[in-house]
């Protein structure tokens, strides 16, 4: 029996496994695993949609959809069309789509959020969250990041943003402010004058930004995140009686923060957070942080799932996160709701369906068909594009959502010239990443590593093996901070190709910024055009944590 065979009898147990199991008691966190960084949230009847950042990744925008809070299954993204926006050659590492905010008025969801590093604030509207979605709108003399929509009683709309509009930055390091102004959603036009909200919480504090404004019983609740999305990171509330303020920072904050818990606790630099109400009154928040992997961050920023308890204090309304604890938890109470399973993410994908899964993520916006999935194959076009570049190459690849996972996949290909590469990548930025690689004569494992997100850096042959038949298996393991590469001509003696390597090479202490790590598919003809194919006949990727 075949590799592929056996993967997709274990899949279809586990598939059963899953729609048969009895309802829990507990949620886990994170809610979504892996990079899925500033979740939005907003409720409709009963189910909620869920938006992420997504930097340089295209598809942009993922969109998840649940009807408990728990189980969320990926439906869509807001940026779905090459041409609905152009990620440019040159589009930095962590640049692109930061902090969007996704909100339901009247039969239309709207997405505002920020093209970082090109045409900065836009909003993209549609009836169905799965897609299709507008053209952006872009908005005119919107300073700064991390937009968000807000609709008072009266159906007028603002937008609240984060930067500081009144000429009062550099007062004391990284001093950010939130500003609002009126404004239509459906044109993108800005109404009446601009007006500085808050600066954060305190003196000192730094980087205000994501806000989210609320009505709740009557008082306008500010939402924000401080202290950059790292050691000190927090979320805090600010209270007023009036829709233009003045806004008074809350005497709880900040109201959700691991700060004070130090760099080795489990689950740290929490905040950007969102607020949701059920359909049976009840507040729960969506929002970021990292956990820890032998002291490292490997999995970037994730979303997690807390209960708030909507309190009414001296400052007013009060959001009082997982009370009785303060803190994030790996394991609580689910919410109360129906539990709702969803569809396992796929495990195995042997290219058969008519369209791309939407796992598959790109570097930037493919601007030409150089990839098509037909006959149980993904065939990738050799282009002169190289990962080590700001650019689109020729990559496909998954986030990866688990500390230890494998992964395995079975190429075609034969280099006609010295050029020509194919294989298998763990990428985290142009300057950090893996690629096993297979050439005209043989198999290469190179690393690629720049320290501190700075500097020139030189990928390095870490081993070579001869090999010149047609098809190979590739494959890898994470185990901790170790990730060991393998290949073999069958799918039953798969051999090591140099030593277990340094994983930590991807993860946020080295590489830095705000991306995650994808593992994908690759084919290059290293700066020189071809007309080579690489043939890739399926992908498993499956994590064991």
């Known amino acids: 029996m075949s590799l592929k065979t056996v993967i997709t009898y274990l899949i279809l147990i586990v598939s059963f496994g899953v729609f048969g199991q009895s309802v829990p008691k507990d949620f886990k966190n994170p809610i979504l695993p892996g990079f899925y960084p500033d979740p939005s949230i907003c409720r409709v009847d009963d189910t909620y949609y869920m938006v992420n950042s997504s930097f340089e990744w295209y598809p942009g925008l993922p969109i998840h959809r649940s009807k408990d809070l728990v189980n969320w299954e990926k439906i869509g993204h807001g940026l779905h069309r090459p041409d ?67 609709w008072d009683d009266d159906d007028r709309c603002y937008y609240t943003g984060a930067g500081i509009i009144d000429k009062s930055g550099g007062e004391w390091p990284g001093k950010n402010g939130v500003w609002m102004q009126e404004i239509n959603p459906d044109t993108g036009v800005l109404i009446g004058s601009k007006k500085q909200l808050t600066y954060g919480h305190a003196s000192n504090a730094r980087w205000a930004e994501g806000p989210h404004l609320y009505k709740i019983k009557d008082e306008y609740l500010l939402l924000i995140g401080e202290g950059g999305t790292g050691e000190y990171h927090s979320v805090t509330v600010f209270n007023s009686k009036s829709l233009w303020g003045p806004y008074i920072p809350n005497h709880a904050n900040p109201i959700m923060t691991h700060r004070h818990l130090g760099k080795t606790h489990l689950i740290g630099q929490t905040g950007h957070a969102d607020l949701v109400q059920t359909q049976k009154g009840d507040w729960w928040s969506v929002l970021l942080a ?11 920023r994730e979303t997690f799932l807390a209960k708030v308890d909507m309190t009414v204090q001296e400052s007013g309304i009060t959001p009082i996160y997982n009370p009785g604890i303060g803190l994030l938890q790996e394991q609580q109470e689910r919410p109360n709701l129906p539990w709702t399973p969803i569809p396992a993410i796929k495990e195995l994908d042997d290219f058969n369906d008519k369209d791309l899964d939407l796992e598959w993520n790109f570097l930037r916006t493919p601007r030409s068909n150089w990839y098509t999935q037909s006959n149980g194959q993904m065939n990738i076009q050799l282009r002169p594009e190289e990962i080590t ?22 190429l075609a290909f034969t280099a006609k010239n010295k050029n020509e590469k194919a294989g298998l990548v763990v990428y985290r930025r142009h300057g950090n990443h893996y690629q096993l690689l297979k050439s005209k004569k043989e198999i290469v494992l190179i690393k690629t590593l720049q320290k501190n997100n700075k500097g020139k850096f ?45 994983y930590t090479i991807v993860s946020d202490d080295v590489a830095q910024k705000f991306n995650g790590v994808y593992v994908g598919m690759y084919a ?21 944590d």
């Open 84 to 150: 609905q926006i152009v990620y440019k050659d040159g589009l930095k590492n962590s640049n692109g789509i930061f902090a969007p905010t996704i909100r339901y008025h009247k039969g239309t969801f709207y997405i505002i959020t920020t093209m970082v590093g090109q045409k900065g604030n836009f909003i993209i509207s549609s009836k169905n969250p799965s897609g299709p979605w507008s053209d952006p709108v872009w908005i005119k003399d919107a300073p700064g990041i991390d937009p968000s929509l807000f």
């Open 290 to 300: 990292k956990r820890q992997n032998e002291g490292f961050i490997t999995l970037a």
């Open 389 to 410: 570049q700001l650019v689109n190459p020729s990559l496909i690849a998954k986030r990866t959502r688990n500390f230890n996972y494998q992964v395995h996949t079975k």
């Open 458 to 502: 030189t990928p390095q042959i870490i081993a070579t093996v001869p090999f010149q038949d047609k098809e190979v298996i590739f494959g890898l393991k994470v185990d901790g901070l170790k990730i060991q590469f393998l290949y073999g001509e069958h799918e039953d003696a798969l051999k090591s190709i140099g030593d277990a390597q340094d």
């Open 524 to 544: 290059t003809s290293s700066g020189l055009e071809s007309k080579n194919v690489a043939k890739f006949d399926w992908f498993f990727m499956k994590g064991k």
